[in-house]
């Protein structure tokens, strides 16, 4: 199993960016796909979460900017982000706990990371 992330990128405030995530492999089944990032010199926090069912929570600082999505069929999430801040430049990392076929538990799989960088 694997999770390949593309979209980041430049782009000033108060633009936009589109980041994807496909998860690739073997799969029975996929739980919670979540969004991370990592600022430099900060540790890695979480951005949001949606379900299987598709029930949706983000982190306060994106409330209202973000919006996470997923299509099960493709096995892929996308977050749109909107209205960006100098403040959300990191690498965005995609997470995911993912059911191999074969294994009785999901593993735990990260995404290599992509690089999202906003200009004041």
């Known amino acids: 199993v694997q999770l390949q992330a593309y979209g980041g990128g430049l782009v000033h405030a108060r633009g936009s960016l589109r980041l994807s995530c496909a998860a690739s492999?073997?799969?029975?089944?996929?739980?919670?796909m979540n969004w991370y990032r990592q600022a430099p010199g900060k540790q890695r926090e979480w951005v949001a979460s949606?379900?299987?069912?598709?029930?949706?929570n983000y982190a306060d600082s994106v409330k209202g900017r973000f919006t996470i999505s997923r299509d099960n069929a493709k096995n892929t999430v996308t977050m749109q982000m909107n209205s960006l801040k100098p403040e959300d430049t990191a690498v965005y990392y995609c997470n995911s706990k993912v059911q191999a076929r074969g294994s009785i538990w999901p593993g735990d799989y990260w995404g290599q990371g992509t690089h999202v960088t906003v200009s004041s």
């Open positions: 492999g073997s799969i029975l089944r996929i739980n919670d």
């Open positions: 949606i379900s299987s069912g598709g029930s949706t």
